[in-house]
């Protein structure tokens, strides 16, 4: 009952802050009144299910408005910069440059597209629910020695863009990989991994990625026809456990990339992400469980 009351709690403050997002009198006192819990309690339950604090989460969800404003209308920015709470285009410019690393005019020049990967989302009820009950909030950390996987590879658009296409695109090449995953003759185990990394010039959509559906192997000398091997780099990575179905792996994405890796003092390395497929997953089970493998310096 508690954990049901909590959700409808923060559903009722949420719903309250994005409906007066921009008011300049909008205080923790009103959000927890709205939510009908102590000013102390509210900050210290927000806090710990959303991964950032009630004013963070404000200052970020404004400056999400402000990326799609800067890349999508003329406004000027000083005009932007007072929408969003700030008195000066210096200060909205060091705030804005801390969470995106560029300045909003590099934004203004490069548009919001490429951004969206590390866009502050609205939270939802389905999104509270599995900050709940469907994500390891703090990772595991730990350091991988370089190994080769083999598979098949696809493009998709990434499941943190508005335009995503992930959940069409990755099942389907799952399901041809799966069919023939015996061809590979120096498999390591029974376990998968799902191999992301970014694409290159001749993308044909801004947030486009490629996708390995594969297997660890001993060596990659003998490779079946249509697929190929890569080399996974070692290094350390940051490891999520995302719990529940698939279908829900966008909110553990958007509470790494929103949430846990702009506080955590952390930087993304240049080397794929990890899913890890092993005895725990079951594909219709709400108890499933994958591993996420994060790249970190």
């Known amino acids: 009952m508690e954990h049901l009351e909590h959700i409808e709690q923060l559903q009722r403050a949420i719903d309250f802050i994005e409906d007066h997002l921009h008011d300049e009198n909008?205080?923790?006192?009103?959000?927890?009144?709205?939510?009908?819990?102590?000013?102390?309690?509210?900050?210290?339950?927000?806090?710990?299910?959303?991964?950032?604090?009630?004013?963070?989460y404000i200052r970020k969800r404004r400056l999400s408005f402000a990326m799609i404003a800067l890349g999508s209308t003329d406004q000027r920015i000083i005009e932007i910069a007072i929408h969003s709470g700030y008195e000066t285009q210096?200060?909205?410019?060091?705030?804005?440059?801390?969470?995106?690393?560029?300045?909003?005019?590099?934004?203004?020049?490069?548009?919001?597209?490429?951004?969206?990967?590390?866009?502050?989302?609205?939270i939802?009820?389905?999104?509270?629910?599995?900050?709940?009950?469907?994500?390891?909030m703090k990772p595991a950390f730990k350091i991988l020695p370089e190994f080769k996987v083999v598979g098949l590879q696809t493009k998709f658009i990434s499941i943190l863009s508005p335009e995503k296409n992930n959940h069409i695109v990755i099942p389907k090449l799952w399901d041809e990989?799966?069919?023939?995953?015996?061809?590979?003759?120096?498999?390591?185990?029974?376990?998968?991994?799902?191999?992301?990394?970014g694409g290159d010039e001749s993308n044909s959509h801004p947030d486009e990625c490629l996708y390995m559906a594969s297997s660890e192997v001993k060596d990659d000398t003998q490779i079946p026809n249509g697929m190929i091997s890569?080399?996974?780099?070692?290094?350390?990575?940051?490891?999520?456990?995302?719990?529940?179905?698939?279908?829900?792996?966008?909110?553990?994405?958007?509470?790494?990339?929103?949430?846990?890796?702009?506080?955590?003092?952390?930087?993304?390395?240049?080397?794929?992400?990890l899913e890890y497929y092993d005895h725990r997953f079951n594909f219709v089970s709400a108890n499933s469980e994958i591993d996420i493998y994060i790249p970190i310096i």
């Open 26 to 56: 909008l205080t923790v006192d009103k959000i927890s009144k709205v939510a009908c819990i102590s000013k102390w309690h509210f900050q210290l339950i927000f806090s710990s299910v959303i991964g950032d604090s009630l004013m963070e």
């Open 90 to 122: 210096e200060s909205f410019s060091r705030a804005f440059k801390k969470i995106y690393g560029i300045s909003p005019g590099e934004c203004r020049k490069q548009g919001t597209k490429s951004l969206m990967m590390i866009n502050k989302p609205k």
């Open 124 to 136: 939802t009820i389905e999104y509270l629910n599995h900050l709940y009950k469907g994500i390891n």
């Open 177 to 197: 990989y799966l069919k023939r995953q015996t061809e590979i003759q120096s498999r390591v185990n029974q376990s998968y991994f799902g191999v992301c990394f």
């Open 230 to 273: 890569k080399t996974i780099p070692a290094g350390e990575y940051a490891v999520f456990t995302h719990k529940g179905h698939l279908k829900n792996l966008e909110y553990t994405m958007n509470y790494i990339m929103g949430s846990w890796l702009q506080k955590s003092g952390r930087k993304l390395r240049d080397a794929p992400d």
